[in-house]
T-cell receptor
Framework: DTAVSQTPKYLVTQMGNDKSIKCEQN?????MYWYKQDSKKFLKIMFS???????INETVPNRFSPKSPDKAHLNLHINSLELGDSAVYFC??????????????FGQGTRLTVV | QKEVEQDPGPLSVPEGAIVSLNCTYS??????FMWYRQYSRKGPELLMY????GNKEDGRFTAQVDKSSKYISLFIRDSQPSDSATYLC???????????FGPGTRLSVLP
């Protein structure tokens, strides 16, 4: 059973289109994330949700809008796609922190190519 | 200065070599230190996890944290071609919601 699953795995689309990426985790975790990984492999956080509540919203264009319908799902909708949005987007989840840090589990990534 | 710095490589070593991967950081509040391994076209997976300073060993892998120097290392002994991947360090403050990742070092172990 896949712990954190994202769909689609690959997405090729034209500039100006609107697209969504879906993420689901079956680990019972409270916190979910979206990360963007550029061509140089740098992983940068975009959003973090804890129990459906937005916790972190980094400097991301407002064309990107996350939505968490429930604790197990965190979707990412992107409006008016631009060439610079081409990257790999990773969803991750993590248990609610108690004493301190805990492992984050990552999905397999969605490779977005904007043409 | 970036919060977490890491030599991006690529680093190529022969099979059986000892590999040393390193990260430096600027935020002295970081207490949790992680190494993730990422194979091509896959998501990162946790390799090692340490809290505060000290060493941790797991099989061929040893993680070291030197908080006084703000420097962490991952050593791989008897490296194998299957170790070829990108290695990302990550750090977190206590009760922090976010990990801060280094840019990753691409490692190739040649048979």
């Amino acid at each position: 059973d896949t712990a954190v699953s994202q769909t689609p795995k690959y997405l090729v689309t034209q500039m100006g289109n609107d697209k969504s990426i879906k993420c689901e985790q079956n680990l019972g975790h409270d916190t979910m994330y979206w990360y963007k990984q550029d061509s140089k492999k740098f992983l940068k956080i975009m959003f973090s949700y804890n129990n459906k509540e937005l916790i972190i919203n980094e400097t991301v264009p407002n064309r990107f809008s996350p939505k968490s319908p429930d604790k197990a799902h965190l979707n990412l909708h992107i409006n008016s796609l631009e060439l610079g949005d081409s990257a790999v987007y990773f969803c991750a989840s993590r248990p609610q922190q108690r004493a301190g840090g805990t492992e984050a589990f990552f999905g397999q990534g969605t490779r977005l190519t904007v043409v | 200065q970036k919060e977490v710095e890491q030599d991006p490589g690529p680093l190529s070593v022969p099979e059986g070599a000892i590999v040393s991967l390193n990260c430096t950081y600027s935020n002295s509040a970081f207490q949790y230190f992680m190494w993730y391994r990422q194979y091509s076209r896959k998501g990162p997976e946790l390799l090692m996890y340490t809290y505060s300073s000290g060493n941790k060993e797991d099989g061929r892998f040893t993680a070291q944290v030197d908080k006084s120097s703000k420097y962490i290392s991952l050593f791989i002994r008897d490296s194998q071609p299957s170790d070829s991947a990108t290695y990302l360090c990550a750090m977190s403050v206590p009760a922090g919601q976010n990990f801060v990742f280094g840019p990753g070092t691409r490692l190739s172990v040649l048979p």
